[in-house]
C-alpha cells in the first residue's frame, strides 16, 4: 500500500509541500534541496533495525550491513574533511555539538564563544540549552567597526576566564573564520578549540574556505546545510583520546539508537561532496552570495560587515527603510514567494522576535542552477516586495512572476 492510499491527509500535505518548494525562492542560508539519491536512501527499510553501539561491536544482533553502511560513512567523511575519525551518528547538529562539550569539558568548565544575539548558534551558551545549563559559557565580541570576529576580545576573555574550551564557528556570519588565530590564542591559554562549521561545512569539504584542521581539536557540523546531506549531525578529530571520548558521549552518552536510514543517507551525500561537481557547486554557491549581495547593496541596502566572503549575508534593513522590521520583511517576501528569516543584526535594538535584519543565503538557489544574473533578479523581486509590502496585489504579482522564474530551475529530480 503507498502513502496516498493509506493516508491520503499526509500524502496530500507532502504533494503541497513539494509544490512550494518548487514555486518558491529559498533563500534562507541554512537549507538546501537534497538530491534524490539522498532522499531514496532516507526513505528505506534501514529505518527499521536498532543498531546501538559503532561497526563491529553492536549490542543487536543482525548488523551486518550496517556496519557496512556506517564504515562508509565513516570512511567518506574521513576523506571529505581530511581527518582521521569520525562520528557519524549525531541526529544533528545541537546533538553533535552536546556530544563534542562532554568529550571535552566536566559539567561546570567554562567556555567562551559568540553569543546568539551576534551571529552564534544557540547550542552554544544560550541560557535556556544544555550548554549553559551545564556548562558555563562567557562571550567574545565583534568588533563594532568592522562587525567581524574582534580577536582582542576573544584574547582578553581567553586570558581573564582561562576557558577549557574556545568555540568558533557561526550560524550568522558572513566572514571567513581564521581559525589558526582562535588556535593560537587558546594555546596561550591551555584551552582546546572547538569549531562548529554546520554552516560552511561544504566550502570546507571543497577547499572554498580554509579548513579548520590541524587547528581545531574537535570539529562539529550538521549534514544538512552546505554540505547537501539529510538532516544530521557530524563530529571529527584527529585526536585519539578525544576520538574516544567522543565515540562515548554520543552513545551511550546522549544517544540510544542511531538513525541508520539518515547514516546510510549521509554517506550517499559525502559520496557526492568528494566528487568534482560539488566543487564546482560550492564555488557557484559563493560567487552567488556575492552577485546578491552586490545587487542588494546597489539597492540601498546595508550588509553587515559590509558584504559576504560565503554563502550568507546579513542584511542590516534600517538603512533601506528606517521603520522596516525583520519579520514585517520576513511575511511580506514570503507572500511573494521568496522564502527567508529574520535576523537579529550586532547590537539591534528590536527584540528577537522583531528584529532589524534578515538572513539570506544561496545554497538552495545554487542547487536549483541560479547563476550571477538570476541572483540579480532575485534582488530586484525581494527589493519590490519590500517596497510593495502593504500592497496584497503587489506582493501577489511578484509570487506569480517569482514561479514562474522556478520553472526555469527545477529541484533535483
Ligand atoms: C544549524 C546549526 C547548528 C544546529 O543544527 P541542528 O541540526 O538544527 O541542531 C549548530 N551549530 C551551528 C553553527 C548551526 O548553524
Known sequence: MNLAQTDPKIAELIRLEQQRQESTLELIASENHVSTAVLEAAGTVLTNKYAEGYPGARYYGGCGFYDQIENLAIDRAKQLFGCGFANVQPHSGANANLSAF??????????????????????????????????????????????????????AKAKELKPKMILCGYSAYARTIDFAKFREIADEVGALVMADIAHIAGLVATGTHPSPFPHAHVVTTTTHKTLRGPRGGLILTNDPD????????????????????????????????????????????????????????????????????????????????????GADAEKALEAAGIITNKNGVPNDPRPPKVTSGLRLGAPAVTTRGLKEADMTKVADFLDAALIGKSDPAVLEKIRKEVAEFCKKFPMPH
Not at 106 to 111: K, L, M, Y
Not at 117 to 142: Q, R
Not at 242 to 267: C, D, E, W, Y
Not at 299 to 306: A, F, K, M, N, Q
Request: aromatic share 8%.
Open 242 to 325: 578525544l576520538a574516544k571520548a567522543i565515540n562515548r558521549s554520543v552513545f551511550p552518552g546522549t544517544q540510544g539508537g542511531p538513525l541508520m536510514h539518515i547514516i546510510a543517507a549521509k554517506a550517499v551525500a559525502f559520496g557526492e561532496a568528494l566528487r568534482p561537481e560539488f566543487k564546482t557547486y560550492c564555488t557557484q554557491i559563493i560567487k552567488n552570495a556575492k552577485a546578491l549581495a552586490a545587487r542588494l547593496q546597489q539597492h540601498g541596502y546595508r550588509l553587515v560587515s559590509g558584504g559576504t566572503d560565503n554563502h550568507l549575508m546579513l542584511i542590516d534593513l534600517r538603512a533601506r527603510n528606517e521603520s522596516l522590521t
Open 102 to 155: 562532554m568529550a571535552m569539558m566536566q559539567p561546570g568548565d567554562r567556555f567562551i564563544s559568540l553569543n546568539l544575539a551576534s551571529g552564534g548558534h544557540l547550542s552554544h551558551g544560550m541560557k535556556l540549552n544544555t550548554s549553559a545549563i551545564f556548562y558555563k559559557p562567557d562571550h567574545y565580541e565583534l568588533d563594532p567597526k568592522t562587525e567581524q570576529i574582534d580577536f582582542n576580545s576573544v584574547r
